[in-house]
């Protein structure tokens, strides 16, 4: 039995995989720990792992980051990632990790994973591998570590036909000067756990763990010729088939009319311009059937529907996916990885966080069509879903990545990894004594 600690940052889509994990870790018979908010403690337990509550100062609400932060809403790409690098991930870091190294204190661990936004689980690197456990970095967005073959992360950029490692350069060194206090205060936390700057960049210090586990496939991401010897692909991980009840209305899913699936994820969704409501104007008077998801907001805090639209707080994506031809987001990559499993194509519209990345990748594996902004007009709504609807371009290359998805180890690859690691280990980490003497 393995003694395993999990961290997560305390949002949505950074918990939900790592839930995935816990579950299947405990069912194997393994000792899991797992670190994140105060909002996520009763979704840990139930998946058996102990919840250990993290600093308050690195806690979050459910909030939307543009309600929590009102001046990031008028930011976008770069200066957007700076502001999200400095107040939502390096601020929290610090706090992250000494609830990290108290909770290895209390408890040696035989590895720690942690999903690419907690920081802290960075942090913990600088202390010499053989006085603390190995770290498994999880991506559960694009891949964001860097490359002279991608643009910097958050541009939204693909690779460029011509000229592409020239081009990146040119950005990178621009990203380098808005990133710049960003990165000035990820050092100072680094100096005061460390006494030293931190040795990499935020982005890149899954390159500096003992693996990264992507959990995605790689024809959904660019091609990196320098790509590090620790990055395995696993794809998606999913917990326990959703449990919302079938609506009243699901028999009017009977095959006489293509379905639109359109979502705004869970946390996303108080804004209904993003994806949902062009989505409802723009196929008004198609002979389509709109469903639409409140991520668990009231039903009735949606603007009237169509004749064609039907709406639920949340649905059961194992049975609706199947019948859905279209898949609208705005964006979140754990929707967009679960559409590609079923092998539906995608209309993703524009956003923040990793947002543009995913919508940039939607694009380039051709499974679907980009919309760049976050509030995308009907009409523009309507000739994208359309197209996504009619050219079967966009299903046959979902239904590629759907494949891969399925030839993906998932949750084996992972425990590989950290079976490889746990057996490859000198010795039992119990040096927690001497790591606390060198913060």
Same mark, same amino acid.
């Given at each position: 039995?393995?003694?395993?600690? @999990?961290?997560?940052?305390?949002?949505?889509? %950074?918990?939900?995989?790592?839930?995935?994990?816990?579950?299947?870790?405990?069912?194997?018979?393994?000792?899991?720990?797992?670190?994140?908010?105060?909002? *996520?403690?009763?979704?840990?337990?139930?998946?058996?792992?102990?919840?250990?509550?993290?600093?308050?100062?690195?806690?979050?609400?459910?909030?939307?980051?543009?309600?929590?932060?009102?001046?990031?809403?008028?930011?976008?790409?770069?200066?957007?990632?700076?502001?999200? @690098?400095?107040?939502?991930?390096?601020?929290?870091?610090?706090?992250?990790?000494?609830?990290?190294?108290?909770?290895?204190?209390?408890? +040696?661990?035989?590895?720690?994973?942690?999903?690419?936004?907690?920081?802290?689980?960075?942090?913990?690197?600088?202390?010499?591998?053989?006085?603390?456990?190995?770290?498994?970095?999880?991506?559960?967005?694009?891949?964001?570590? $860097?490359?002279?073959?991608?643009?910097?992360?958050?541009?939204?950029?693909?690779?460029?036909?011509?000229?592409?490692?020239?081009?990146?350069?040119?950005?990178?060194?621009?990203?380098?000067?808005?990133?710049?206090?960003?990165?000035?205060?990820?050092?100072?936390?680094?100096?005061? !756990?460390?006494?030293?700057?931190?040795?990499?960049?935020?982005?890149?210090?899954?390159? %500096?763990?003992?693996?990264?586990?992507?959990?995605?496939?790689?024809? *959904?991401?660019?091609?990196?010729?320098?790509?590090?010897?620790?990055?395995?692909?696993?794809?998606?991980?999913?917990?326990?088939?959703?449990?919302?009840?079938?609506?009243?209305?699901?028999?009017?899913?009977?095959?006489?009319? +293509?379905?639109?699936?359109?979502?705004?994820?869970?946390?996303?969704?108080?804004?209904?311009?993003?994806?949902?409501?062009?989505?409802? %104007?723009?196929?008004?008077?198609?002979?389509?059937?709109?469903?639409?998801?409140?991520?668990?907001?009231?039903?009735?805090?949606?603007?009237?529907?169509?004749?064609?639209?039907?709406? !639920?707080?949340?649905?059961?994506?194992?049975?609706?996916?199947?019948?859905?031809?279209? *898949?609208?987001?705005?964006?979140?990559?754990?929707?967009?990885?679960?559409?590609?499993?079923?092998?539906?194509?995608?209309?993703?519209?524009?956003?923040?966080?990793?947002?543009?990345?995913?919508?940039?990748?939607?694009?380039?594996?051709?499974?679907?069509?980009?919309?760049?902004? $976050? %509030?995308?007009?009907?009409? !523009?709504?309507?000739?994208?879903?359309?197209?996504?609807?009619?050219?079967?371009?966009?299903?046959?290359?979902?239904?590629?990545?759907?494949?891969?998805?399925?030839? !993906?180890?998932?949750?084996?690859?992972?425990?590989?990894?950290?079976?490889?690691?746990?057996?490859?280990?000198?010795?039992?980490?119990?040096?927690?004594?001497?790591?606390?003497?060198?913060?």
């Amino acid at each position: 039995m393995a003694s395993i600690l @999990i961290v997560a940052f305390p949002a949505h889509g %950074h918990v939900a995989p790592l839930l995935a994990a816990a579950e299947n870790f405990v069912r194997r018979g393994d000792d899991v720990r797992f670190i994140t908010g105060a909002l *996520f403690a009763d979704k840990v337990a139930a998946t058996g792992a102990t919840y250990v509550p993290v600093h308050p100062d690195a806690d979050f609400d459910d909030r939307p980051l543009d309600e929590r932060f009102p001046e990031r809403a008028a930011l976008k790409g770069t200066k957007a990632v700076a502001f999200d @690098i400095e107040q939502v991930f390096s601020r929290p870091a610090k706090p992250q990790y000494e609830t990290i190294m108290a909770a290895l204190a209390a408890q +040696p661990a035989d590895v720690v994973l942690a999903d690419v936004g907690s920081l802290g689980a960075g942090f913990l690197l600088g202390h010499p591998r053989p006085l603390r456990p190995p770290v498994v970095m999880c991506g559960i967005i694009p891949l964001p570590i $860097e490359s002279c073959d991608t643009a910097p992360y958050g541009m939204g950029l693909q690779p460029a036909r011509i000229m592409n490692r020239a081009r990146n350069a040119l950005l990178a060194k621009a990203s380098r000067r808005i990133l710049r206090p960003a990165f000035q205060v990820v050092d100072n936390l680094h100096c005061q !756990a460390h006494g030293t700057r931190m040795p990499f960049s935020f982005m890149d210090w899954g390159r %500096h763990a003992e693996a990264i586990a992507q959990f995605g496939v790689q024809s *959904f991401e660019y091609p990196m010729s320098d790509a590090p010897e620790n990055l395995h692909f696993i794809g998606p991980l999913c917990a326990s088939g959703s449990q919302a009840p079938l609506p009243e209305w699901w028999p009017d899913l009977d095959g006489t009319r +293509p379905v639109i699936h359109v979502t705004q994820g869970t946390v996303a969704n108080t804004d209904y311009g993003q994806a949902i409501e062009p989505t409802l %104007h723009a196929l008004a008077d198609e002979d389509v059937l709109v469903v639409a998801s409140t991520g668990g907001r009231p039903v009735d805090t949606l603007p009237s529907l169509p004749a064609n639209s039907r709406a !639920a707080s949340f649905l059961p994506y194992d049975e609706l996916l199947p019948r859905t031809s279209v *898949f609208v987001t705005n964006g979140g990559y754990g929707g967009v990885q679960y559409a590609l499993r079923h092998g539906v194509p995608i209309v993703a519209t524009g956003g923040k966080e990793d947002k543009p990345e995913v919508g940039a990748r939607v694009a380039w594996a051709g499974v679907g069509r980009r919309i760049r902004t $976050e %509030h995308p007009t009907p009409e !523009a709504m309507r000739r994208a879903v359309l197209d996504v609807l009619t050219d079967p371009c966009y299903r046959r290359a979902s239904g590629r990545v759907a494949a891969d998805m399925a030839a !993906a180890p998932g949750f084996a690859g992972l425990a590989g990894i950290v079976d490889r690691l746990i057996g490859s280990s000198a010795a039992p980490q119990s040096h927690t004594g001497e790591v606390d003497a060198q913060k």
